[in-house]
């Protein structure tokens, strides 16, 4: 029972994080999606400027985690030093990655309130930030892949990540969109974008699984992963349930072609944040380095 | 020349001397301790036919701080380059650079750097370095009631007690090299075993 609390109480300590690799992904991946639209030369202006200014809400949404991670740091004055880490630690690599993305895509958007924005380099300045917002979830799924912690270390982590940003994102998106007054009449874009979204979750929830299975039975000196982590399955299966009951708000409605209002964006955007909160409470419960464990 | 301990299990009795000359020596709170004492074992009781009972339960003790390994992973994962090798091999934290994230402590297998949070930076075992420098001891080796602990240049501790360290519950040492030599105990597991667990968490911080 012990090696549960204290691994609990890791996960507790680390509860800013959790909110940071939540939300971050999540505006991230909802920023990403939309900018691949906007990169293209598709779209009445009044609507595509519509868009490009209601970009602040994925924005606001990654900015938060961005300020909540900050939150846990014992001496934040000292921050730029992280920059001197680049290439060495995953951390700094994290850092450099996001703040470069969250500058460009902060600067982009007021350019986007310019009198007369260049319509070409709007578009262009959409592809690289689709391109610094990959950089930065890859940067953010890897930054604790480290070979002594076994149960973070590899790919399969860092690929949950990934996929919850982009799952999260689909509904923060569309909820984007709303705001924008665009998708009135939703087609079967938005349609495939759910698929796709709830395909992310599915593929992330698999993930999971198949990571907790093959580290489940390692031992450590505080006993085996499962021991140490009993909740974890259980916080698998939360996240799962959000995803489909988060989805299930906006997919059928999307599949037939309906109007999905705000509200019901908003309640879905927070039933899957808060499934994807719950395999990222999950993550750190899982903490286990090798040998001792602890 | 690169430091390093030994530590010989056979001769240890748990009694954590060590833990608390360092915390008495460094003036350390209840939340912090740059060495800790693990106690090991595993086994249990059964009964027999013939109704009396046996037991094959066994248990040892690791005093186990910072091993300034050839490849720490704690300045490998260093955001700011804080937790650093001086010029003495040892491995030590720069509290000007270090901003309190946590990822030393949380990526070290020996359980060593903390997040002091009312400081608000890593704390660790420096290998009493300033004593040291003086040509004495840490303090932990010198106050071992069971003269259980060493310290000195590592290539003369590996050629007076040989090169195992691979002792339960710590990791291979190729994980991250550590300067540190172990003298078995009777009952001593290889690391990687599935046979013991810690068995008091709640003294460890």
Redesign the interface.
Known sequence: M??AA?TLGIAWREITLVLFTVLGPMGLGAYVLLSVGLARPTGRPARRARVEHMLAVPLFVAMVGFTASAT?????A??L??L??VG?????NE?ACVVACLASCGFRWLYSFARRPRAGVLRAWSAVNVALGSLALAGMGRA?D????LTWSGTLPSCSLVLGGLGAGVPLGLLTLRLAKVGRHPGDRVARACVVGLACLAADVAVLCVHFSRVASV??????VAQVAPAYPALVAAFAACAVLGYALVLPGALRGRELSTRRLVAASAVVALGVGAARFGFYLL?A?????? | MAYGFHFDASRCTGCKTCVLACKDAYDLSTAVAYRQVYEYGGGGWSRNDDGSWSTDSWVYYLSIACNHCLQPVCTQVCPTGAMHKGDLELVSVDARRCIGCGYCELACPYHAPHVDRELGHSVKCDGCEGRVRGGGQPVCVQACPQRALDFGDYDELTARYGVFASLAPLPDVSVTLPHLVVTPPDQGRASGSDEGTILNLDEIV
Do not use: D, K, W
Not at chain 1, 88 to 92: D, E, G, H, K
Not at chain 1, 289 to 294: A, H, S
């Open positions: 012990f090696t204290h846990h740091l014992g001496t934040p000292n921050a030093y992280v001197t880490g060495r630690s995953p951390l700094s850092v604790y480290v070979s002594t912690v031992a450590t000196g505080m006993g085996t903490h380095t090798v040998g001792l464990g602890l």
